[in-house]
């Protein structure tokens, strides 16, 4: 059984740092694709980066959304089978409920890396809360 374990939101001040976690079970090595996404109150819930599991050559390994690049990273610990997003220079608007997410059957490409219905198993989501 697969199942998606999110941590280490919190309460940060513009232009601080959070890193937050997601422990993978039920998955191990690169056969899937993960991803975190965040939704903010009022708003559809939008992908933030994604680590694309190697199925096409050409498709990059790593997609981030244009609103994070440069700020934000996403990792993964294969060790630990943990997935990582460290988020930099946070400002108010990343303000969300952020959820891990990874693909089942049918694998999740650079075409629909931040469509939510493309994913299959999703982790419970961590608050963050930034304040200006």
């Known amino acids: 059984e697969v199942q998606l374990q999110a941590s280490g939101g919190g309460l940060v001040q513009a232009g601080g740092s959070l890193r937050l976690s997601c422990a993978v079970s039920?998955?191990?090595?690169?056969?899937?694709?993960v991803t975190w996404f965040r939704q903010a109150p009022g708003k559809e819930r939008e992908g933030a980066a994604t680590i694309i599991r190697k199925v096409i050559p050409s498709d990059p390994s790593i997609i981030y959304a244009e609103s994070v690049k440069g700020r934000f990273a996403i990792s993964k610990d294969n060790a630990k089978n943990t997935v990582y997003l460290q988020m930099n220079s946070l400002k108010p608007e990343d303000a969300a409920v952020y959820y891990c997410?990874?693909?089942?059957?049918?694998?999740?490409?650079?075409?629909?890396?931040?469509?939510?219905?493309?994913?299959?198993?999703w982790g419970q989501g961590t608050l963050v809360t930034v304040s200006s």
């Open positions: 997410a990874v693909d089942g059957r049918f694998a999740v490409y650079s075409a629909n890396w931040n469509k939510d219905w493309a994913h299959y198993y």
């Open positions: 039920g998955l191990t090595g690169d056969d899937y694709t």
